[in-house]
């Protein structure tokens, strides 16, 4: 129920309630008026009469009590008169008359008010001088003047209908007032209030609330429009930190993207000189022995070999370092193919470092919905700083899966499917105070080692970025294992591009 007919209804009780108070207390007031009212005038006529009969004599209605009674009944009608000797017998009195009359016999100047089975009746006592007494007065018999007190009942239930009425009424007209007083003063408002809300929470918060009163509601109205201008200007700012932290992070990005392309120019570096050295060296002997046509050409054959060889190489590495960094480009992404070419790139460095892979790749991956470049330096970071946490060698495992569970943190949510991603090497591993901070800017394990600690904070930026995410855990026989968890879109069909074969690739 709304608060204004409640408002309504309480006061309309309230109303009533009071009303009923007072009606009570008047009606009974009145009654009580007006039974005194009939008292006083029994008390009035009884003495009256009493007055003419005493003046009068014992023997002008001793001899005939009734009829005397009945002459002076016409006189004060509707009141009836009873007139009664002092020494009455049961068989010319009642016995409650009997005891009124003894009553008075003791008290002769008291009055005797009675009202029983709806009649009202004044019982005085009818006196003669008599000086021998010790008051001077003797009772010699009792007047009676009753009425019933039907006129009473009749005033009191027209009283009472008239207040019903009234209650009625007046608690009507309040009722009505208040409602129409509560529309206008607080129902109006308070839905132009709910209206705004309502438009806020659907993010419009260009609302605005005219002040139209200086009161509560209107002080409601105030504090909701600077509410709505705080959240504006909140939304603004968070706006405009999001863009800066997007920039940021392409930033860091950009330059995590650099110090890969630097580390692994100076690998290719490295492996470059190997065919150029062939290269020369065929070149040298094909000048001496120019006139062999057969061993001409098997040197030509040999150099165009080591040719081919390092345009692949300088091919990788230029179209690594002309991938955009920014906007993420959605797409389906098989990551048994990703896994795969990255780990050929990275292959003379596994060489170098005297580092055995093994790559595990599930059958009927599903896809993921990303972009492949970002996804590819998530896993050349990873893959990098695997490299770097064995120095002395060891072995680099890389396994793909398909995985269905819940995220992180809500419990309550379905299960869903994911595609799974896991790097483990046999390394140094992580300490354990460090756990909870890999992934933060410029958080390094490799101080002075040349650690720039932002790769991990990147890979989390864009795994975040895919709707993913990464959990680290120590290796069974040491070292680290990143698990990299990115929600699946459909199964991939058996045989389709990508989906390799159960058994592992070992380099």
Do not use: Y
Request: hydrophobic share 45%.
């Amino acid at each position: 129920m709304k608060v204004t007919p409640r408002i309504t209804i309480a006061t309309g009780l309230i109303v009533a309630v009071a009303i009923a108070t007072w009606a009570f207390f008047d009606l009974r007031g009145r009654n009580l008026e007006r039974r005194r009212s009939l008292e006083r005038e029994g008390r009035t006529v009884a003495t009256a009469l009493r007055a003419g009969l005493e003046a009068r004599g014992t023997a002008a209605w001793r001899d005939d009590p009734a009829q005397a009674a009945a002459d002076l009944g016409r006189a004060v009608a509707p009141w009836r008169v009873s007139l009664l000797p002092a020494d009455a017998t049961p068989l010319e009195a009642t016995l409650d008359q009997i005891g009124r009359i003894e009553t008075l016999r003791d008290a002769p100047r008291l009055a005797l008010p009675v009202e029983d089975g709806g009649v009202f009746l004044v019982a005085l006592p009818i006196r003669e001088v008599a000086t021998p007494l010790p008051d001077g007065v003797l009772v010699v018999g009792m007047i009676e003047v009753e009425r019933p007190t039907a006129h009473l009942e009749a005033a009191a239930r027209e009283a009472l209908i008239q207040a019903i009425l009234v209650i009625v009424l007046v608690s009507g007209l309040a009722t009505v007032a208040v409602a129409l007083l509560a529309r206008s003063l607080m129902s109006r408002p308070v839905a132009k209030l709910l209206r705004g809300i309502d438009d806020v929470a659907r993010g419009d918060l260009s609302h605005a609330l005219l002040s139209e009163r200086d009161d509560e509601i209107g002080a409601l109205a105030n504090r909701f429009n600077e509410m709505t201008f705080s959240l504006r200007e909140s939304r603004a700012e968070t706006q405009r930190q999001n863009q800066t932290k997007l920039d940021l992070e392409q930033r860091l990005a950009q330059t995590e993207k650099l110090a890969t392309i630097g580390q692994l120019a100076a690998e290719i570096a490295h492996e470059v000189g190997t065919p150029l050295g062939v290269i020369g060296g065929r070149a040298r002997s094909i000048q001496k022995k120019s006139g062999d046509r057969e061993v001409v050409e098997k040197n030509a054959e040999i150099i165009a070999e080591q040719t081919a060889r390092i345009t692949r190489i300088i091919q990788r590495l230029l179209d690594f370092a002309r991938r955009k960094v920014g906007h993420v480009e959605r797409a389906e992404v098989n990551l048994n193919e990703l896994t795969l070419t990255t780990m050929e790139l990275l292959g003379s460095q596994f060489s170098g470092a005297k580092i055995k892979t093994r790559l595990a790749r599930a059958e009927a991956l599903p896809r993921v919905a990303g972009d492949s470049d970002r996804l590819q330096q998530v896993l050349l970071n990873l893959l990098l700083n695997a490299i770097q946490a064995m120095p002395e060698g060891g072995q680099l495992r890389v396994e793909t899966s398909a995985v269905t569970r819940q995220r992180p943190g809500l419990e309550l949510a379905r299960e869903q499917p994911f595609v799974r991603v896991e790097v483990a090497d046999t390394g140094v591993g992580i300490p354990s105070e460090m756990r909870d901070k890999i992934f933060e800017p410029f958080v390094t394990t490799k101080e002075g080692k040349g650690g720039t600690g932002l790769g991990l904070a990147v890979c989390h930026g864009i795994v975040k970025e895919h709707d993913g995410w990464i959990e680290v855990d120590d290796a069974a026989g040491g070292g680290t294992i990143f698990r990299v968890f990115l929600p699946a879109v459909t199964p991939g069909a058996p045989g389709a591009p990508g989906a390799g074969s159960a058994a592992p690739v070992v380099a």
